[in-house]
């Protein structure tokens, strides 16, 4: 399995390795990544989601485009976006601050978990990108949603452009903060920030900010829904094998 968790002073470090793939997630990995995060609380003061090579270039394309010519919508919804928000939900439960620590691409899945994240770090490499509608998709992990929720107005602006956010780009748009040298460096010096505030002080702020930003289940499965039958569209087909080609 290429992901591992490791407690780094204050902070447990959950990290994606499959540099290969820029960490791109299908259901498997997606499903590994969630179940190293359920275990890997502890005594942490925060939780710091990070990649190797690449925060996380998105959904494995080639499993989707696959996924296309063989599975029905219901399927998709059942059996895969079941399993890629089973690392949404994992984040949404942790009862830690998580932090994404983006050193590399944050695209499409990748942008979606970095926003679900409580606080977000971009190092000198970060590059953010809503990709999923240039695919002729939608968040299924609510990314849209988390955007629109803390910066009104710019899913649409990003969503229409589709802009390629550097460092410098999302942090002027408030997305992130500036992670010097690295995002994963200013992540664990947060995490040591926040060790100084009381266990149950950390963990009341938890609560109330993600009852504060989160969609509801019943969105997530919306998304799940909308996206099932995208895959199988004709749309889809055509965008994915002009972008693997």
Known sequence: ???HAEMRGSAAV?????PERRNALDPDRATQVAEVIERATGDAAALVLTGNGAFC???????????????RPEDIVDEVYGR??????ALRDCPLPTIAAVDGAAIGLGFDLSLACDQRF?????????GWAALGLVHGTAGFAFLESERPGVAWRLLATQERLDRERAVGMGIAERGEPTALDAALERSEQLSRLPRATREGYVTLAREARWPSDDYFRQCAEIQSHLIVSDDFRIAAARALA
């Open 14 to 18: 959950v990290t994606m390795g499959w």
């Open 84 to 89: 890629v928000q089973k690392l949404t939900r």
């Open 57 to 71: 270039s998105g959904g494995d394309l080639s499993y989707f485009a696959e996924l296309a010519t063989t599975a």
């Open 1 to 3: 399995m290429s992901v």
């Open 122 to 130: 971009a190092g000198p490499e970060a590059l953010f990108v809503q």
